[in-house]
């Protein structure tokens, strides 16, 4: 008999859940149809009941139905009702008009907020009760243009969410900006746009994401002049959530005031869940240790905060029944205060169903209130299912309660307090493992030790002190300073703790993403693994069994015998050794597990050459057939200027650490054999920084010369502190990283003997590293930002070599992202590329790649890939030949 019916309701609602995401249309049915099959052969073996197999069934089906049903709602209504394709519509200028139903944040000179759209192009769109006249009188505002392009089709798109960017155009708008508040109504004028698609395989989805929280189009407005904004003019159920945006302001606003940086954005992550102005750097620190569910309100802190009300109400006299329905009534007030983020929501709601439990002598069981509040979750928003949060927070949850109790008698002997502190954070961690690597690619083998000694330190000490000062601050203000001052001495350690934990960088593994099937079995062996280990402990100090132990005394004392003693055999202990064999082989199976997890790549002897999308730049990561991994340049992002204080962002896009690393981190690349650093432009060596900080490398490769530069300059002196080795290249030089491949330096000229120091160029194109790549038989040509006046002295010194062609080449890396000073006819002849890949920004402000240079490989029979177009160009290279795939579709290249 089912003994937990709502927990195995849920797991079928999330497995069809899971099915309806995974897959659509046939593979779905028959997917469904499978398990609706297994179900019937499990309900005839007698396993369950056939009521239990309906219900099953029921949830299984229901909820792949019900995805499918939310898929096919989540579409955009704009292009019908504006009556224009999706692509025509990007870019135009539009008026939107609706309510803000979303905090209005603010990051550096740029302020954004979820809108839901009443009115677009002067055409109403819905219901709009309760519209001022005044608003209404905004449409005449609207160009004639617009107004043509109204539904055509009965399109209706009212209630769509457009994700609106107002980028501020001068610090005394900050002011203006902040008035703006959630269910005020307004009017924005900008410029509606796509959001961005993965440009990389593997890379980040923004517009997926937006997906997921129904978003389908950016609204992009210049200065707070392109938007009104008016408060409601009657109160709606909304305004509670408006409070309490302006409650968790000022609570922002008071820990500001209490803490100095970086103690202020830390302790409102820490205390209210504000994690917005979280420095940067401490928040890299604690995820490198697998500590930032510390700095998220979680079930932790839910615990705390209905342990501590429950204390004081029963101090208070009330009675039990009293003091858990205040309890109950208290904890929606506290999500809503804390973010009410994914973690935080699980979590209060599973308090409310206990204390509700709890009051009227109910479901008691913690498998069936997890069940109960993911099952609710789900049916509020589906999409839940996607978010990291949502997964963690249940999979670390059901978790404890699953393998806590396997794994609690492996320390029995350590004190009751120790031994509870070590089995949860064990079991946490171990739990949390498949997903931390198949999110964030890495893993820190010091993370169970961090965990186990700051989590307590960190939720015992600092969160209490941090929230004490919080209440103290407008009753007693010097009793609230000394308590965050004490708060911020703890922070301290705690900061020294994490950053001297992390210098140990030999600790940290990087991981690959793995597999839905590898995660499934992982958690299978670790039950697997710990139920042995529970039977092998309980058979060790289980009471021995003696043979003939039930036989009479007498018998055992007949004359001529040795006694009693002597009489019984040597103990027997049952079931020993079968756990033994049992630990061993699960032992056994998750090392292999792991072990695959970990070396994930499979080209079976190919190599892999992977042209990445990094904007206006270049950065190519070379996989040899033995495994060798070579990084060409890393991208870069270029600033203008300087730019004033109030316009930084918090966490700026830097092409490197946002895009590179991660691309690195998940394609499980744990050490860079080389580095080869083309040239000192910031296009190209600015990525590198975060490279080198991140991610081992054994070799830096350069043009010889120095860029008078001060980022140059800091990549540099990164390299030298990380121990990198560094080797100018010059033309001559050959490279080997394994039998199957070899790098042929062609540029730069040799420096002159008598010059002994690095020289400092400040053109460095010309300059540039060009190398030949030879693997198995197939020729790579790479060039940098190299200028025709290079390709000449190449070709020159080539040709009086006696080297009258030295083509075809099988792919061109056209130099310069396709500049027009580049790539000249000549070269072209000589080399006579079968293909040319150009690697240029979209829509960058240079014109690249330039038309004259694409007619010129046109002409040369070359056919032409773009990552402006095509997004990251990728080639396998075998004995076979090379095969060829890109990330995004074009009709540009053959």
């Known amino acids: 008999m089912n003994r937990r019916p709502l927990l195995s309701f849920t797991i079928c ?216 904004a008016a408060p409601p003019v009657s109160w709606e159920l909304s305004g509670i959530l408006r409070w309490n945006d302006a409650a968790r302001a000022a609570l922002g606003a008071e820990m500001d005031r209490l803490f100095e940086e970086p103690h202020a954005g830390y302790m409102k992550g820490l205390v209210i869940g504000i994690q917005d102005d979280l420095d940067p750097e401490t928040f890299k620190q604690f995820s490198q240790l697998g500590l930032t569910h510390i700095l998220a309100i979680s079930g932790m802190h839910v615990a705390v905060y209905v342990g501590v009300i429950l204390f004081l109400l029963r101090r208070l006299r009330f009675t039990r029944e009293t003091a858990l329905t205040v309890t109950l009534l208290l904890v929606p007030v506290y999500v809503l205060l804390s973010g009410a983020g994914p973690s935080i929501v699980r979590a209060g709601i599973m308090s409310m169903i206990a204390l509700l439990a709890a009051r009227l002598g109910l479901l008691k069981d913690g498998m069936n209130i997890l069940g109960a509040s993911a099952l609710m979750m789900l049916v509020w928003n589906p999409y839940m299912l996607l978010s990291v949060s949502f997964q963690l927070s249940f999979l670390v949850t059901a978790g404890l309660m699953v393998y806590t109790p396997l794994a609690a008698p492996l320390f029995s002997r350590l004190p009751k307090w120790l031994g509870g502190s070590v089995t949860v954070t064990l079991i946490a961690q171990l739990v949390s493992f498949p997903l931390t690597v198949y999110y964030f690619n890495q893993f820190s083998l010091l993370s169970f030790i961090a965990n186990l000694l700051l989590v307590p330190f960190i939720t015992f000490l600092v969160l209490p002190l941090g929230t004490l000062a919080l209440l103290l601050g407008r009753i007693w203000n010097a009793a609230a300073v000394t308590v965050a001052g004490a708060a911020e001495l703890l922070n301290n350690w705690t900061f020294t703790a994490v950053e001297w934990v992390n210098g140990f960088t030999a600790g940290v593994l990087i991981w690959a993403s793995p597999s839905l099937l590898w995660i499934c079995i992982y958690y299978a062996l670790l039950y697997g693994l710990l139920y042995a280990l529970k039977k092998y402990r309980e058979a060790g100090i289980a009471p021995q069994v003696m043979e003939d132990e039930t036989r009479p005394l007498a018998e055992l004392e007949q004359p001529g015998t040795a006694g009693v003693r002597d009489t019984f055999p040597p103990p027997v202990q ?83 650490a946002k895009t590179l690393v991660p691309l690195l981190k998940q394609r499980g690349i744990h050490r860079l054999d080389a580095v080869i650093l083309t040239h000192g432009d910031q296009d190209h060596a600015g990525g590198l920084q975060a490279v080198l900080e991140d991610i081992p490398v054994s070799a830096l490769l350069f043009n010889g010369t120095m860029a008078d530069t001060e980022p140059y300059t800091r990549l540099m002196s990164t390299a030298l502190a990380k121990g990198v080795r560094l080797y100018a290249v010059q033309q001559g030089m050959v490279l080997a990283p394994d039998k199957a491949t070899q790098l042929h330096f062609l540029w730069p000229e040799p420096l002159a003997a008598a010059q002994h120091l690095v020289p400092v160029m400040e053109e460095q194109n010309h300059e540039s590293v060009v190398f030949r790549l030879e693997m198995y038989g197939r020729s790579f040509l790479f060039t940098g930002d190299m200028d025709e006046a290079a390709e000449e002295e190449i070709v020159q010194a080539a040709q009086q070599a006696g080297i009258g062609e030295a083509g075809p080449v099988d792919v061109l890396k056209v130099a310069h992202h396709g500049s027009k ?74």
């Open 574 to 656: 049952t079931g020993l050794g079968g756990s033994r064999y049992a630990v061993i082989l699960c032992a056994a199976a998750l090392a292999l597990l792991l072990y695959k997890g970990y070396y994930a790549e499979k080209l079976n002897g190919a190599g892999m050459i992977s042209y990445l999308d990094v904007g206006q730049g270049d950065s190519i990561l070379i996989t040899t057939p033995e495994g060798a991994h070579i990084l060409v340049d890393g991208g870069g992002t270029v600033s203008f200027g300087n730019r004033e204080e109030w316009r930084i962002r918090r966490s700026p896009f830097e092409v490197g």
């Open 13 to 228: 609602w999330v497995a069809g859940s899971a099915a309806g995401c995974l897959f659509g249309g046939y593979s779905l049915l028959a997917g469904i149809s499978l398990c609706l099959l297994l179900i019937v052969i499990w309900a005839a073996s007698g396993g369950i009941s056939w009521r239990t197999a309906a219900v099953f069934g029921l949830a299984l089906a229901a909820s792949a139905l019900y995805w499918e049903w939310n898929e096919g709602r989540n579409v955009s209504l704009l292009p019908a009702a504006l009556g224009r394709p999706e692509a025509g519509l990007n870019e135009t200028y539009i008026t939107a008009e609706g309510v803000i139903v979303s905090p209005v944040e603010r990051d550096g000179d740029r302020m954004d907020f979820t809108l839901k759209l009443a009115r677009i192009g002067g055409e109403k769109l819905g219901q709009d009760d309760g519209e001022p006249a005044e608003e209404r009188a905004v449409a005449g505002r609207e160009t004639q243009g617009e107004a043509d392009h109204s539904d055509n089709s009965g399109a209706d798109p009212a209630g769509e969410l457009i994700a609106v960017q107002i980028k501020l155009q001068a610090e005394s708008e900050i002011a203006v900006a902040g008035q703006w508040q959630r269910g005020d109504r307004v009017t924005v004028e900008g410029e509606l746009g796509l959001p961005a698609v993965a440009r990389n395989f593997g890379g980040f989805d923004y517009r997926a994401y937006l997906q997921t929280q129904r978003v389908h189009w950016l609204l992009k407005g210049e200065g707070t002049a392109s938007v009104t």
């Open 821 to 894: 000073t580049s790539t000249g006819v000549a070269w072209l002849e000589f080399w006579k590329p079968a293909t040319a890949v150009i690697s240029a920004g979209v829509n960058n402000l240079y014109g690249h790649p330039n038309a004259g240079v694409l007619k010129r490989l046109e002409e040369a029979g070359a056919a032409i890939f773009r990552t402006d177009l095509h997004g990251e160009v990728q080639l396998k290279i075998s004995n076979k030949g090379i095969s060829m795939r890109h990330k995004l579709s074009s009709k540009i290249g053959r």
